[in-house]
């Protein structure tokens, strides 16, 4: 079988599918996914669509933390080892805890930094200090991911800041949360805190459960458009334990309540005694990560989420429109049959654009394969909206993308990121792709 019959099969699959289990109340459909684990047994108590590749958003800082944790079991770091902040790691986009390039974290307050913050710009500091890079140190984090049987996962960056590239499964995040647990007792713990004081500014913790439900001890909150809201949540009580992940919810409110009736459904089901079942075993360790300290340049995300979208989201009515649309976009899709990505996927994800130099924020709502359609999606577009886009200018930008040439479609001249989010939400009621540049 050829690549473009390989294709064909691959996008009809994509488009004709029916997800493998119902969605329940507040969650996406094409998001889903959830899996209840009896942390003593090893026993699978609930499943939906566990094995289906999904974006795990900040679940992926599990890893972080977890390479973090394994540097310092092995005294390879201390808690106070300074670790620094550079431009890079600065830079990242929010959420943040806001320090400078130049200044230091401490590791153990880095570890605090991302289970209550959730802060990208530490998660990017710890993994250039472990791993050289960020792109580095993602490596390091899918090969550990391996060595604990996370197969089905993938690691773009320390963060889950959106990317492709950066994939898992609800399977593949309770083993993680289970390993956690069991490898490193005494720093999960850390995964119980309510909130934190650095630097005089007291952080409060995003998990609520941890917060508000008897039992629970951890672990970790994940969002982005991308994603949905996602929740890895560990729980034990009177000898009972579980835990379970949800992906997908179409809020944090909604994911919070689902998981929450998972855990009060399951946790009476779940063993009181340890048994000798498929639980996370000491598996042997992942070559030990280099303690450099240096910079690394952004990568630059927005042109393939950007074809993603305009090739895949129309949803082409026949064969030969979605052959032309995989052909003219061959960029890297994890898990071809999760193709179908929702219009709002990216609405409200702040890219940065470094080829814009002026200062403000834009829109953008598809990349096309020449410019004539560009111009024409955004009189389109104009047309649809017409009051919201006047103190805008259109724009077609030209890029390359695996070879191919490729012309941005952008409205510029927004005032405020706000004013940039209004438009993306008013343009995918009129099924318009949209997400926001910040240039």
Same mark, same amino acid.
């Given at each position: ?9 691959? =996008? ?11 969605a329940?109340k ?22 939906? #669509? ?10 992926? !800082? ?12 092995? +005294?390879? =770091? ?18 943040? =805890? ?9 590791a ?16 990017a ?9 960020? !792109? ?12 604990l049987?996370?197969? #089905? ?6 963060s ?14 309770a ?5 956690? +647990? ?6 999960y ?18 998990? +609520? ?61 779940s063993?009181?005694?340890?048994? #000798? ?30 074809v ?24 890297? =899709? ?7 990505? &929702?219009?709002?996927d ?26 004539? #359609? ?18 805008? &200018? ?6 390359? !993308?695996?070879? +191919?040439?490729?012309y ?9 990121? !706000? ?11 009129e ?9």
């Amino acid at each position: 079988m050829n690549y473009k019959k390989i294709m064909v099969f691959l =996008i009809i699959l994509a488009f004709s599918c029916s997800w493998t289990q119902a969605a329940p109340k507040g969650t996406h459909p094409d998001k889903y996914a959830a899996i209840v684990i009896d942390a003593n047994t090893g026993k699978t108590l609930f499943r939906a #669509n566990e094995t289906a590749k999904r974006y795990p958003a900040s679940l992926t !800082k599990m890893m972080t933390l977890y390479l973090l944790f394994e540097a310092m079991k092995e +005294r390879r =770091i201390t808690p106070n080892t300074p670790i620094p902040i550079s431009t890079y790691a600065a830079e990242r986009p929010p959420t943040k =805890i806001g320090l400078k390039a130049g200044q230091t974290i401490s590791a153990e307050a880095a570890a605090k930094a991302l289970i209550t913050k959730s802060a990208n710009d530490v998660a990017a500091a710890i993994g250039e200090y472990l791993g050289g890079s960020e !792109k580095k140190f993602a490596k390091l984090m899918t090969t550990k991911a391996h060595k604990l049987g996370m197969m #089905n996962t993938k690691f773009a960056n320390a963060s889950g800041l959106p990317d492709v590239n950066n994939y898992s499964t609800a399977k593949d995040m309770a083993t993680l949360s289970l390993a956690l +647990r069991k490898n490193f007792p005494q720093q999960y713990k850390l995964f119980k805190m309510k909130s934190f004081v650095f630097r005089g500014q007291t952080i409060n913790s995003h998990n +609520r459960l941890v917060q508000t439900m008897k039992g629970v001890d951890g672990i970790k909150t994940g969002y982005t458009q991308m994603s949905g809201s996602n929740l890895a949540t560990s729980m034990q009580i009177d000898g009972h334990s579980i835990v379970a992940v949800v992906m997908g919810g179409k809020s944090s409110t909604e994911r919070d309540i689902h998981m929450a009736n998972l855990l009060n459904k399951y946790l009476p089901k779940s063993s009181r005694f340890q048994t #000798n079942g498929h639980l996370i075993a000491s598996l042997p360790t992942a070559a030990e990560a280099p303690i450099p300290a240096s910079k690394t340049s952004p990568t630059n995300l927005e042109d393939n989420i950007s074809v993603l979208l305009t090739a895949l989201t129309s949803q082409p009515n026949d064969a030969n429109t979605a052959i032309a649309a995989v052909n003219q976009a061959i960029i890297p =899709i994890p898990n071809p049959h999760k193709v179908k990505l &929702s219009q709002a996927d990216q609405a409200d994800s702040v890219m940065r654009d470094s080829s814009l130099t002026n200062g403000g924020w834009a829109i953008q709502i598809g990349s096309l394969p020449n410019e004539e #359609n560009a111009n024409s999606l955004l009189a389109k577009a104009k047309n649809s909206v017409p009051s919201l886009l006047k103190n805008t &200018s259109s724009s077609t930008q030209l890029f390359e !993308k695996n070879g +191919r040439r490729y012309y941005r479609a952008r409205f510029v001249g927004f005032q405020s990121r !706000k004013a940039a989010l209004d438009a993306c939400s008013t343009l995918k009621k009129e099924n318009f792709n949209c997400y926001t540049v910040v240039y």
